[in-house]
């Protein structure tokens, strides 16, 4: 399926209502977006992009125990240091 659309002044590209539809998107998702070695971008959405890298990566058992959102501030404390006001 190959679908038109054009890029704005601002950088932001609209997605055809019927991709957007297939995808399964809705308004304030984040999309994860590659760019392969020619030139063409691969969309997805990213909670599927983590889904499919689920269980790739090890984590400390502090980590596990936690809530998503817990563990997920917890890891950023630990590496980029305290959280800024």
């Given at each position: 399926?190959?679908?038109?659309?054009?890029?704005?002044?601002?950088?932001?590209?609209?997605?055809?209502?019927?991709?957007?539809?297939?995808?399964?998107?809705?308004?304030?998702?984040?999309?994860?977006?590659?760019v392969t070695d020619?030139?063409q971008?691969?969309?997805?959405?990213?909670?599927?992009?983590?889904?499919?890298?689920?269980g790739?990566?090890?984590?400390?058992?502090e980590?596990?125990?936690?809530?998503?959102?817990?563990?997920?501030?917890?890891?950023k404390?630990?590496?980029?240091?305290?959280?800024r006001?």
């Amino acid at each position: 399926m190959t679908r038109m659309a054009t890029i704005t002044s601002k950088r932001q590209l609209t997605i055809p209502v019927d991709v957007f539809n297939r995808l399964g998107l809705a308004a304030g998702d984040k999309l994860a977006i590659e760019v392969t070695d020619d030139r063409q971008l691969k969309i997805q959405k990213a909670v599927d992009l983590v889904e499919k890298l689920a269980g790739s990566l090890s984590v400390s058992p502090e980590l596990a125990k936690m809530d998503l959102d817990e563990a997920v501030e917890k890891a950023k404390q630990l590496r980029f240091g305290r959280r800024r006001a």
